[in-house]
C-alpha cells in the first residue's frame, strides 16, 4: 500500500518527541478521521532559523510517515523557506501517497503552521502567506472515480 | 520467508488442503454444465445435490431450501431486496440493527431510497441488541428483521433464538446474516425460527466466491439475478461447480471438527485476553465477555491510532485488522465501536484478532509480547498520551 | 472410462491445466483478503491487478474501467439494472433483440414489471439483428441498447460496430453481451463504441464463478451488489482472488493462441458443417453461414426431436446440446430459433455443437458417422417422417 520511503520513515521516524520551552507549539486534528498532530520548533530568533523540529503524531501510516518527513524538510531552513513546505512537497519527497491518505499530509503541513502562527503570535511578527490555523483539517470528499 | 502469524481469520481464512483436493477434478475432468443433458455432467450434478444435502442437514434444513450464491454479500443483499419486493404489499418497514455488516447496511440504506422505512437498533455496551427494543420497534406494517447472528467485529453472538420468537409471533420474516457464525456455531433453523439465512465459504476455510442463502420452503422470494433457470429458476447463472464442492467439501471438515475447535480457540482466545488486559495499560476490551464467537478478540488500546498499529504489527509478522477489512477503504471509525459507545479517537484505536484452527499458543504469546512493544513504542509518539501523562503528573504534583 | 468427444464449448469448457496451477497458490497460501493492510495480502492484489491489466488491454480499455463479477449473468444484469436506474430521469425506454441470452432479456422483463419499456428487436433468417430495425427503434427516451455480440446458439456475430455508432449517434448507453466472444474474437471497446460489456471466465476455458463487467469512465452506474468497499465501492463482497487469478490467465492464454485457435477451429467447424449437410438430407443449418462463430455449428434435423438425439449422441460419448444448456430446464423450443423464424417442430429438432481447442478431426469424423447413424434410426421412428416419406411418395408416383 505504501511506498519504501514512506514505509521508511514509518519504521524508523526521524525527530519524534518533544522540545521543552519550544519556540512555537501546533497542534493540529484532522476532523475527517480523528488523527492528532503536534509539531515543536525550535527557532533562532535573530535568523528566523529552524534550530530544531520534534513532532508526535496520533495517525494512520501515512500521518506518521509525513510528519517525520516533514520535520525533515523545514529543519535548517528559515520560517520563509518552511512555509514552501506544502504537502505536495511532502508526497512528492515520500514517494507518493495512496489517493485515500492524501489527506493525511496536510496535517503535517497544518501543524506545522500552527507552530510558526504560535511563535508570530508569542514574538508579535507577522509571517508572510500565514494564515490563522483551523482547529479541523478536512478537504473535499473525493468523489469516488467513475 | 518470514513466519506469519494470521490472526485475522474474521477477514478470511485459509482453504483447508483437502477442499483444494476435493475441488481439483472439477475443473479439468468433471467440468461439464450442470444443466446438460448427457452423462458427462452428472458428476457434477451429484456433487452439487451432496453440497446441498450437508448444508440441509447442518442447519435442519431440507436441500430445496439451500441456494447457491456467490458468497454472504450477495445472499444478504438478495434476502433483503427480494423479501423488501416479494411483500412490499403488506407493508415497507423493515427491522435490522446498528451494527450489521455493510452488506446488510448499504442494502438497507438502498432500500430506504426506494421508499422503504429501516429501523436500526441500537446495541447495549456489549453489542447485544436488546429484545424489548425489538418489540417496540415491531409495527403492523413490518416485513422483515434482519439480525445478524454474530457480529464480525467484536464477535458478540446475539439472541437469535429470543429475536426469531418475536418474528414468529408477530409474522414477520426472519432473516440472519450468519457469515460469521455458520460452522462455527450450532444453528438450527427451525428452532431458532429463522426464516433466511446467509453464509459464506471463505469464512470457514472454504473457498473464496460460494456461498449460499437458505430460504424457508413456501416464503415467495423471486429471484435476485435474473437469467437461466439455475437453482430452481431463482439464482440465474452458471454455477460455480469446483466451488459448489469446495463449500460441502469445508462444511463437512467444520462440522465435524466444530466443537473441539472452538473449545481449542476458547482457551487460546481467553488466555490472549488476559494478557493484554493484565500487562497492557489503558485497554478495553469489545464485545460480550462471554457471549462472544470463539475466535474473536477486539480491543481498543488508548491514545493510539489502528493502522499504525497494524502496520508495526505487521512488521513483526502478524496480521490483524482494525475494524473490518471490508471497509478498510474508508477512513471513518467502525459503526460498530461507535454503536456500542466508543468516542471516535478511542474506536481508532482498536485491534481485532481473529484466531484459527492452526492458530497456537506460542502465536499468542509472541502477539502479546510484540503488542506490548508496539503499543508502548507508539505510545511514546502520541500527542494524545504525553497529555494524559502530564495532567496526570499534575494531579499528582497538586 | 469411454472416451467423451465433448462439443458442448459453448455451454462451459475444460479449465486450462496452466489456469489451474496458477490459481492454486492463493487458496492455501497467498490466501489473504485483498482489502487488508498487511503485507501478507499483498499477493493477492498484485494478482488481482495484473488480471485486471490484462483484461483491460485485451480490450483497449484502462483498468479502472475493469470490474470483476461471479459470471456473465451477474454482469448482464448489473449492466441492465444498473443503467436503467441510473439514466431513469432521462427515459425508461431500453432497447435489446429477441435473441439475447436470458440473462438479458429476464432482465429485460423484470424491468418491464418496474415501469420501463422494452423493444425487442427482430432477426433475420440468418440471425442478425437489423441495424435499420434499430435507427427506427430509437426514440428521444432510449437509455441503453443491449445487443450480444455473438449469439450462444447460432453463433452469429452481431453488426456490433454499425450498432456502436448509432448509439454513438444519439448519445445512448451501448452495452453488449460478449460472453461467447470474448477471447474468441479480437475486442477494441473504443472503436466499437462499446460503453459496457459483459464477459464469463468458463466460455474461455477458465473457472466457474468468475467474469467482469467493463463499464467505460464517467458512466454513472451503481452499485448492483451493496456492501464493503471492494471493486472502488462499485461491486461488493470478498473478492474471489483465485477465480480472479484464473480468469487472467485464460484470457493471456487465449489471446495468444486466439487467432490460430479460430484459423484451427474454423477449419474443423467448416468440414463438420459440409458433412453433415451434404450426407444427411433434410437439414438445416442455423444461424450466419460466415459471420459467425469460428467454433459454433447449429443444425436443425427435420422430423426429430432434439433431447432424443442428444441422449442417443451421449450414449456413443458425443456431447452436444439443443438450445443453450442453461434454458434446458425448459421445454419451449429456444427462442432464438423461433425469431430465426423456424416452425416449431423444427425448432426442436436442433443440435448444437461447439468446438473446443482440444477438439480433432478424427472427433469431428466420428461424431458426423454417429449423427448420420442416429438421425436415421429416429427418423425411422419418427411418425412425421412416415407421413413425409408416404406424401412423397405419393407425389412420385402421381
Ligand atoms: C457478518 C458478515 N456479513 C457479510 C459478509 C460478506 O461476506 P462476503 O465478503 O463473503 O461476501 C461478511 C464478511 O466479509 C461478514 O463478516
Ligand atoms: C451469451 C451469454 N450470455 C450470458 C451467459 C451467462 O453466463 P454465466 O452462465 O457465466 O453467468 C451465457 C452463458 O451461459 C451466454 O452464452
Ligand atoms: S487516516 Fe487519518 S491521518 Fe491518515
Ligand atoms: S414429450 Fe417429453 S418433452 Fe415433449
Not at chain 1, 519524534?16 to 509539531?39: F, L, P, Q, Y
Not at chain 1, 508526497?91 to 491518505?101: F, N, Q, S, T, Y
Not at chain 2, 430445496?64 to 433483503?80: H, P, Q
Not at chain 2, 446474516?177 to 444453528?187: G, K, N, R, S, T
Request: charge should be negative; glycine fraction near 8%; charged fraction near 25%.
Amino acid at each position: 500500500m505504501y511506498s519504501d520511503k514512506v514505509m521508511d520513515h514509518f519504521e524508523h521516524p526521524r525527530n519524534v518527541g518533544e522540545i521543552e520551552n519550544a519556540s512555537g507549539v501546533g497542534t493540529v486534528g484532522n476532523a475527517k478521521c480523528g488523527d492528532i498532530m503536534r509539531i515543536y520548533l525550535d527557532i533562532d530568533d535573530a535568523t528566523h532559523m529552524i534550530r530544531d523540529c520534534k513532532f508526535k503524531t496520533f495517525g494512520c501510516g501515512a500521518a506518521v510517515a509525513t510528519s517525520s518527513m516533514a520535520t525533515e524538510m523545514v529543519k535548517g531552513k528559515t520560517i520563509e523557506e518552511a512555509m514552501q513546505v506544502t504537502n505536495k512537497a511532502v508526497m512528492e519527497a515520500l514517494d507518493g501517497l495512496p489517493p485515500v491518505k492524501v489527506h493525511c499530509s496536510l496535517l503535517a503541513e497544518e501543524a506545522i503552521h500552527a507552530a510558526l502562527w504560535d511563535y508570530a503570535e508569542k514574538h508579535d511578527i507577522k509571517i508572510q502567506g500565514l494564515e490563522k490555523p483551523k482547529s479541523d483539517i478536512s478537504e473535499h470528499d473525493e468523489d469516488e472515480e467513475y | 520467508m518470514k513466519k506469519v502469524i494470521y490472526l485475522d481469520n474474521a477477514a478470511t481464512t485459509r482453504v483447508r488442503p483437502e477442499v483444494v483436493e476435493a475441488m481439483l477434478p472439477y475443473f479439468t475432468e468433471h467440468y461439464g454444465n450442470p444443466s446438460s443433458v448427457y452423462d458427462f455432467s452428472t458428476p457434477c450434478k451429484k456433487a452439487m445435490a451432496h453440497t446441498r444435502e450437508v448444508i440441509a442437514g447442518s442447519l435442519g434444513a431440507s436441500e430445496n431450501e439451500i441456494y447457491f450464491t456467490n458468497g454472504g454479500t450477495e445472499a444478504d443483499n438478495w434476502a433483503l431486496k427480494a423479501a423488501a419486493e416479494a411483500y412490499a404489499s403488506k407493508g415497507k418497514h423493515i427491522i435490522t440493527t446498528q451494527i450489521e455488516h455493510h452488506a446488510v447496511l448499504h442494502t438497507g440504506q438502498y432500500l430506504e431510497k426506494l421508499g422503504y422505512e429501516v429501523t436500526y437498533l441500537p446495541v447495549d455496551e456489549n453489542g447485544v441488541v436488546s429484545v424489548d427494543a425489538l418489540k417496540k420497534a415491531v409495527r403492523p406494517d413490518t416485513i422483515l428483521i434482519s439480525v445478524m447472528f454474530a457480529n464480525n467485529e467484536i464477535g458478540t453472538i446475539e439472541p437469535i433464538r429470543e429475536i426469531g420468537e418475536v418474528a414468529k409471533e408477530h409474522g414477520i420474516l426472519f432473516h440472519t446474516d450468519a457469515v460469521q457464525a455458520y460452522c462455527h456455531e450450532p444453528i438450527n433453523v427451525d428452532e431458532l425460527h429463522i426464516d433466511m439465512l446467509s453464509a459464506s465459504a471463505h469464512k470457514f476455510n472454504g473457498p473464496k466466491g460460494v456461498g449460499f442463502l437458505y430460504i424457508r420452503k413456501g416464503l415467495k422470494l423471486r429471484s435476485f439475478i435474473h437469467g437461466g433457470a439455475q437453482e430452481r429458476k431463482r439464482r440465474a447463472g452458471t454455477e460455480n461447480v469446483p466451488g459448489i464442492v469446495g463449500l460441502g467439501k469445508a462444511v463437512e471438515l467444520s462440522l465435524a471438527s466444530m466443537e473441539e475447535n472452538k473449545k481449542k480457540e476458547t482457551e487460546l482466545r481467553d488466555h490472549l485476553i488476559h494478557r493484554v488486559m493484565t500487562e497492557i495499560p489503558y485497554v478495553r476490551l469489545n464485545g460480550h465477555p462471554s457471549q462472544r464467537l470463539s475466535n474473536n478478540a477486539n480491543f481498543s488500546f488508548q491514545f493510539i491510532e489502528g493502522e499504525s498499529l497494524l502496520i508495526m504489527l505487521d512488521m513483526a509478522g502478524i496480521c490483524g485488522s482494525s475494524g473490518s477489512a471490508c471497509t478498510s477503504g474508508s477512513l471513518d471509525p467502525s459503526h460498530v465501536l461507535l454503536a456500542i459507545g466508543l468516542p471516535h479517537e478511542i474506536a481508532h484505536g482498536s485491534l481485532r484478532l481473529t484466531l484459527g484452527e492452526e492458530t497456537t499458543m506460542e502465536d499468542i504469546d509472541y502477539t502479546v509480547d510484540q503488542l506490548k512493544r508496539i503499543v508502548e513504542r507508539l505510545r511514546s509518539m502520541s500527542p494524545l498520551y504525553e497529555d494524559f501523562v502530564k495532567s496526570r503528573e499534575k494531579k499528582e504534583n497538586q
